[in-house]
């Protein structure tokens, strides 16, 4: 299995980005996906995921800015984040869960991204 994200950057406060994650050697429809997020010095934490029928889940940090979504025919997920600030600057890593529902505990997940760098300016 493997996860090729992208779409990482430099942005201001207050701008957008929308992140990709495209994914390989599974069956990408039947499994929940999701999106995490590590600041420097702090721990790896959940940001959003999806269900193999889309049902979403997201951190009460980013519920209402960023959106989760996934298109089966293409193996691909994606996090759009409008309005950023500069806390939800971090590397962005996707990940494969262990089944089919969404999940925000790290336990859920086996397959790991190799993340992409997200910076916030003020």
């Known amino acids: 299995v493997q996860l090729q994200a992208s779409g990482g950057g430099l942005v201001q406060a207050g701008g957008f980005l929308r992140l990709s994650c495209v994914a390989s050697g599974l069956s990408f429809s039947t499994y929940a996906m999701g999106w995490f997020r590590q600041a420097p010095g702090w721990e790896r934490e959940f940001v959003a995921s999806?269900?193999?029928?889309?049902?979403?889940d997201y951190s009460g940090s980013v519920k209402g800015r960023f959106t989760i979504s996934r298109e089966h025919n293409k193996n691909t997920v994606y996090l759009q984040m409008n309005s950023l600030k500069p806390e939800d600057t971090a590397v962005y890593y996707c990940a494969v869960a262990r089944g089919p529902l969404t999940t925000s505990q790290i336990s859920g997940y086996h397959y790991w991204g190799q993340g992409t760098l997200v910076t916030v300016s003020s």
């Open positions: 999806i269900s193999w029928k889309s049902a979403t």
